[in-house]
């Protein structure tokens, strides 16, 4: 039976790829005590123990997939890199360059001082880093390499060693040192870095919750409608809508009428309806505003039927230059917004804490929650409607692939040195380009969050397969010789820059010591840290710092992959 499976997969490989990616996953997503190994090395190691069977692959295979996963990374962070290069987002832009250059730079002179090859280092930089990309440009550069094919060869076999021995402190470890070592360094202790994270939500705030946990999670991303019985108090001899909406925003409450019943009947309201005394209304609003505003309007009461009217939701991307760089504060005070609240905020996929202070990027995603025809307002108003349902635009896909490719295929020349971008470069500034213009132009190139999560993980996950099925023979022998060099080393590579960050973080740039360790975690290329760190503060506050430092990082280190390769190939 055995016999037959081994012979199986040999002579469809297809399989062996799809029983990688199978077993792959199920160890990567294992935890033990908090601990997981995570799913690339997961389907690395996999691959490495089928391809022990000697698997033969196609060669070339793997590069279609790791085109698709490179520019789909590219799309998804694009409108997030181009804002870094704007005025705001330049400081977290410089922060994350800089500590990704050092770490290039270091783990050039610690595989010079250590003598490793091409491919070790180049997967040292790369499991050290938790960046994947490097694995196949990397690779690439190293076809490229003027060498003997026994020499490239070598090199390729390298690569996973260095990778999966770095690869999970360089996760794991990071996370720790982030998120315990971190505080302490920033405000020399966690609890005290709590005080101060929980400062800066009041300040974002506006002080207006009264110390509860969780304020700035809360303060705009939940959404409830309540009715209430007016008293006299609240609306005297009459008062208009808008009055009455704007009393309750000078006492930190932004709540919009949407229904009256008076006298048994339900009416539609206007700004300029005038209510009295008695009218029961329908507010809907902010969760933080809309319960518990007795004192201000009356008796809450139970009104279903008042209650009971259509609310919808819209997805919205933000491009109106009158909006961006603006707080939400000036957003909710528009006019325009009336009768809007926002449910979530997110920016690279990653979801921003929100406050009154939250300002506007492009590239923003919001969810918005009201009455129809409200809506229809406010997106004309905001920007585009995120088109909705699953289909990819492949012509967009397929056509920013090829354009991408056909110019990293592009070589010229500086002196006699050759210059090539690489078709895996291309691909990934194609990818940059092309989401940076779909954000700007929403009306075409949709690629579904989850037909990207699809092609990311797939094209990455079945790459590294395939590395790993056609590297397995050369694994065990690096291992046995470097692997106790290997880990102390990406220890020292994965720790130092984040050091550094942490002292540039808190004496050059002077960074919110919460919004610091964001910016850390994303100069580190890797989400986890950012959870982990999210995790000890209890805020979502260092998401702040995380996304223009991720989309910089992001580049930077993929592109120290062809880098390391021509610096630790240079007179071989």
């Not at 016999?3 to 294992?30: C, D, N, R, S």
């Not at 997939?65 to 590219?74: A, D, E, Y």
């Not at 005290?192 to 991303?221: M, P, Q, W």
């Not at 990311?456 to 690096?478: D, R």
Request: hydrophobic letters at 45%; glycine letters at 10%; one cysteine or more.
């Amino acid at each position: 039976m055995f016999e037959w499976l081994i012979h199986t997969l040999q002579k469809y490989p297809e399989i062996a790829v799809m029983l990688t990616l199978m077993v792959g996953y199920f160890i990567g997503k294992i935890h033990i005590k908090g601990f997981t190994l995570g799913t690339v090395t997961g389907v690395l190691l996999a691959g490495i123990a089928i391809g022990t069977y000697h698997i033969p692959i196609p060669d070339g295979s793997k590069a279609i997939f790791f085109l698709f996963f490179l520019f789909c990374t590219g799309y998804g962070i694009g409108p997030q890199f181009f804002q870094a290069l704007r005025k705001d987002g330049m400081p977290i832009a410089a922060f994350s360059f800089i500590v990704c250059v050092f770490s290039l730079i270091l783990c050039w002179g610690i595989s010079s001082l250590l003598h490793f090859e091409v491919g070790t280092a180049a997967g040292f930089m790369s499991g050290s880093n938790t960046c994947s990309a490097i694995i196949g440009v990397a690779s690439n550069s190293i076809k490229d390499l003027h060498v003997s094919q026994a020499d490239k060869d070598r090199f390729l076999d390298q690569i996973p060693v260095a990778y999966a021995v770095t690869y999970i402190f360089g996760t794991a470890g990071t996370s720790w040192f982030l998120s315990v070592i971190g505080p302490w360094f920033m405000s020399g202790s966690r609890a005290k870095l709590i005080e101060e994270t929980k400062k800066l939500e009041s300040e974002l705030a506006e002080s207006g919750n009264d110390g509860e946990d969780g304020a700035i999670n809360n303060a705009y991303d939940q959404v409830a409608f309540r009715a209430y019985l007016l008293s006299k108090e609240s609306v005297g001899d009459g008062k208009t809508v808008a009055a009455l909406e704007d009393s309750l925003k000078a006492n930190s409450r932004i709540l919009w009428m949407l229904r009256v019943r008076r006298e048994g009947k339900l009416m539609p309201v206007t700004p300029e309806f005038m209510l009295r005394a008695g009218d029961i209304v329908a507010v809907g609003g902010q969760r933080v505003s809309a319960i518990g505003a007795d004192p201000l309007l009356g008796k809450e009461v139970a009104d279903v039927e008042l209650l009971t009217f259509p609310v919808q939701e819209a997805t919205v991307y933000v491009r109106n230059k009158h909006v961006l760089g603006h707080h939400i504060r000036h957003l909710v005070n528009d006019p325009v917004f009336r009768g809007i609240s926002i449910r979530r905020l997110t920016r690279a996929g990653i979801e921003i804490p929100l406050s009154p202070l939250t300002t506007f990027a492009k590239g923003d995603v919001l969810e918005l929650v009201g009455i129809q025809e409200d809506l229809s307002r406010v997106v004309s108003f905001l920007g585009f409607k995120e088109k909705t349902g699953v289909e990819t635009d492949i012509v967009y896909l397929a056509g920013g692939i090829v354009v991408g490719t056909l110019a990293g295929a592009l070589s010229w020349h500086i002196g006699k040195v050759p210059i090539e971008l690489s078709t895996s470069g291309g691909s990934l500034i194609a990818g940059l380009f092309f989401g940076w213009l779909r954000s700007a132009r929403p009306t075409f190139g949709f690629i579904p969050p989850s037909s990207q999560w699809v092609l990311t993980k797939l094209g990455l996950h079945v790459f590294i397969a395939i590395v790993g099925l056609t590297s397995s023979e050369g694994f065990l022998t690096g291992l046995r010789q470097e692997g106790i060099t290997l880990f102390l080393a990406g220890i020292v590579l994965s720790l130092t820059p984040m050091v550094l960050a942490l002292f540039l973080s808190k004496y050059v740039f002077k960074f919110h010591p919460a919004v610091g360790l964001g910016a850390c975690a994303g100069a580190h290329d890797e989400s986890a840290p950012l959870l982990a760190v999210q995790d000890a503060l209890n805020s979502k506050v260092p998401a702040l710092g995380y996304t223009v430092a991720y989309a910089v990082a992001n580049i930077t280190l993929t592109t120290s992959g062809v880098i390391i390769v021509l610096l630790m190939s240079h007179g071989k």
